[in-house]
C-alpha cells in the first residue's frame, strides 16, 4: 500500500523559506494528485495546494504569492516551498494523495506530518 | 469561500452509546462531502467520502448521511478507540479546499 513520508528542517528562521519533501513509497506518484496541508498547534486543517505528476498546480488564495509545489517523478517525490516565513506558519505540515487518480479529493491517504517551527 | 461549520465543538459520549456528529455547509455541496478522524499525535485518516460511503477498512459503526448543505456522521456504539477529533470537508466547490473546525469526541 502508498505510503507518504514527510521530510525537511524543523527550525525555520523568519523571514527565510520553509522547504519539504514527501517521498511516496509503495506506488508511483506519476498517478493521482498530491497535497499539502497544514495544522497549526491546536487548531484546524489548511489546505495549502496540489500538483499532479505532469506538474499542473492549484494553490490556496490566501497562499498563491509565496507557495510553489514541484514533483520529481524519477525519485518519487514531491515538494513544498513557502517563502517568507512567519511565526504564524508555524505547524504540522501534512502531504497526502487524492484518494483515486482522477481526483484531488478526498485526501487518502495521508504521511504521519512533520512540525516545523518559525523562530530565531 | 464555502464555510463548513461543525456542531457541537465538543461531544461528550459514554462508550457503548452512539455518537452524532453534525456538519452545515454555507451553501449546497450535492454530496461531495468527506469525513476524517484524528487522534493526538496522529495524522487525520479518511473515514466517508461522498458523505456516506465508508472508506476502505473503516468499521460498519460509522456511517454518514445527508446531501446539500446538511451532513451528519454517526458512530453507532463507540469504542474506546473512537474518541479523538472529527473534521468534515467539502469538495463541491473549491478552491479553497475548506475543512469544519472540528468536534472533539470525548468520554463521558
Known amino acids: 500500500q502508498v505510503q507518504l513520508q514527510e521530510s525537511g528542517p524543523g527550525l525555520v528562521k523568519p523571514s527565510e523559506t520553509l522547504s519539504l519533501t514527501c517521498t511516496v513509497s509503495?506506488?508511483?506518484?506519476?498517478?493521482?494528485?498530491w497535497s499539502w496541508i497544514r495544522q497549526p498547534p491546536g487548531k484546524g486543517l489548511e489546505w495549502i495546494g496540489y500538483i499532479y505528476y505532469s506538474g499542473s498546480t492549484n494553490y490556496d488564495p490566501s497562499l498563491k504569492s509565496r507557495v510553489t509545489i514541484s514533483v520529481d517523478t524519477s525519485k518519487n517525490h514531491f515538494s513544498l516551498k513557502l517563502t517568507s516565513v512567519t511565526a504564524a506558519d508555524t505547524a504540522v505540515y501534512y502531504c497526502?494523495?487524492?484518494?483515486?487518480?482522477?481526483?484531488?479529493?478526498?485526501?487518502?491517504?495521508w504521511g504521519q506530518g512533520t512540525l516545523v517551527t518559525v523562530s530565531s | 469561500e464555502m464555510v463548513m461549520t461543525q456542531s457541537p465543538a465538543t461531544l461528550s459520549v459514554s462508550p457503548g452509546e452512539r455518537a452524532t456528529l453534525s456538519c452545515r455547509a454555507s451553501?449546497?455541496?450535492?454530496?461531495?462531502l468527506a469525513w476524517y478522524q484524528q487522534k493526538p499525535g496522529q495524522a487525520p485518516r479518511l473515514l466517508i467520502y461522498?458523505?456516506?460511503t465508508r472508506a476502505t477498512g473503516i468499521p460498519a459503526r460509522f456511517s454518514g448521511s445527508g446531501s446539500g448543505t446538511e451532513f451528519t456522521l454517526t458512530i453507532s456504539s463507540l469504542q474506546s478507540e473512537d474518541f479523538a477529533v472529527y473534521y468534515c470537508q467539502q469538495y463541491n466547490n473549491w478552491p479553497p479546499i475548506t475543512f469544519g473546525q472540528g468536534t472533539r469526541l470525548e468520554i463521558k
Open positions: 497526502a494523495r487524492g484518494r483515486s487518480p482522477r481526483f484531488v479529493l478526498p485526501f487518502d491517504p
Open positions: 509503495g506506488g508511483s506518484i506519476s498517478s493521482h494528485y
Open positions: 451553501q449546497s455541496l450535492s454530496s461531495n
Open positions: 461522498g458523505a456516506s
